[in-house]
């Protein structure tokens, strides 16, 4: 005679210990992703930091060139001086202003908050409770 047993449902402490285990699986994932994108993060940040001091170096470089090139249309086209120092040095000072202004807007802390980390930790804890509860 063959007799049926019941099927062994695991206990407490067996559903407790899988749930630990893989609540620490899932804090070691989390930190990885973490890790991951704070380094998106900090690529983000050095090209806008790059961005920005090619927009400095501009603004500077510009200058000298602003002078050499007012007194150089000045003899060649007769143009007044303030003309067209005024002329030159309005044009390059938009571009680096544009430059640093990019390069700035990338370097916002909302731009730089790991947002898929936080969002991932958030749903992550409230897996975490209703497992537990």
């Known amino acids: ?14 559903l407790m210990t899988a ?4 609540s620490a699986d899932l804090l070691h994932t989390e930190f990885r992703l973490a890790r991951a994108e704070l380094s998106e ?11 920005m001091a090619i927009g400095a170096i501009l603004l500077i470089v510009s200058l000298g060139m602003l002078l050499q090139a007012a007194v150089s ?28 202004l990019m390069g700035q807007k990338r370097l916002e802390p909302t731009a730089l908050a790991p947002d898929r980390t936080i ?3 958030s749903a992550d804890s409230r897996m975490v409770k ?4």
């Open 41 to 51: 993060k900090l690529a983000a940040l050095r090209g806008g930091l790059v961005l």
């Open 130 to 133: 209703e497992t537990l509860s």
């Open 73 to 100: 249309g000045l003899i060649a086209a007769g143009v007044s001086p303030p003309v067209a120092i005024l002329l030159v040095a309005g044009g390059t000072a938009v571009i680096g202003l544009v430059l640093f």
């Open 119 to 121: 969002d991932s930790l």
């Open 19 to 22: 749930a630990v285990a893989q």
């Open 1 to 14: 005679m063959i007799s049926e047993s019941p099927l062994r449902r695991p206990g407490v402490v067996t």
